[in-house]
């Protein structure tokens, strides 16, 4: 079945320090990976997609098919950036979503 | 241009009640998703329509859960005889085009439901 895992519910880095959320998917074909964020009291939205092979507020995500990993990663994070991550699979005709249960981070000054 | 809405933002119903969520996508938009999100856990989908088309609902959790989207635009989720297992926050998403994986999915604020 599709899966996609999370396994931090919570990162607390400092300001400038490197920053790694984890995600972990399980799927039979070849996947469509992206990472959403939601900022406080703002909707979900798409930060980046693998496909796009893109960096998004400085943050990249690369896709390894041998360990069924998308962890995004960022050199040095900013306040701005705690939010809560979302990493996800699109899967079927219908480009439904399988999300994780997500990662809160939180950057401290 | 305005983004996906929904409404109402906040619902509180007693158990036993019937509720109708709202979603006003994007204009242009075919496609139209459903997702659930209980507390503490990421989206789940719901069901799918293509313009006016329920094509896949294979996530709705019960037959109390009703979806419609009867001219291509605004949908409405209705959920019959409510549950405190309903108790969640939904999100509709809109997407401009179907069955393509590079279409980016916008979502809107969600509706916060609270059974008693």
């Known amino acids: 079945a599709q899966r996609v895992t999370q396994p931090e519910k919570l990162l607390s880095v400092f300001k400038g320090a490197p920053v790694e959320l984890k995600c972990n998917y399980s799927y039979s074909g070849s996947p469509e990976l992206f990472w959403y964020v939601q900022y406080s009291r703002q909707r979900l939205q798409l930060l980046l997609r693998?496909?796009s092979r893109e960096s998004i507020k400085g943050f990249t995500a690369d896709l390894n098919k041998g360990e069924t990993s998308f962890h995004l990663k960022k050199p040095f994070a900013q306040e701005e950036d705690s939010a809560m991550y979302y990493c996800a699979l699109s899967w079927g005709a219908t480009n439904k979503l399988i999300f994780g249960t997500g990662t809160l981070l939180a950057v401290q000054p | 241009g305005a983004g996906v809405s929904q409404s109402p933002r906040y619902k509180v119903a007693k158990r036993g009640q019937d509720v109708a969520l709202r979603c006003d996508p994007i204009s242009g938009h075919v496609s139209l998703f459903w997702y659930q999100q209980a507390l503490g856990q990421g989206p789940e989908f719901l069901t799918y329509f293509q313009n006016e088309a329920q094509l896949d609902k294979s996530g709705l959790p019960s037959d109390r859960f009703f979806a419609e989207r009867p001219e291509g635009s605004v949908s409405t989720l209705k959920i019959q005889r409510t549950q405190q297992e309903d108790s969640a926050v939904y999100l509709c998403?809109?997407?401009?085009?179907?069955?393509?994986?590079?279409?980016?999915?916008?979502f809107g604020p969600g509706t916060r439901l609270t059974v008693l």
């Open positions: 693998h496909i």
């Open positions: 998403a809109s997407s401009l085009v179907t069955g393509q994986s590079t279409d980016t999915q916008y």
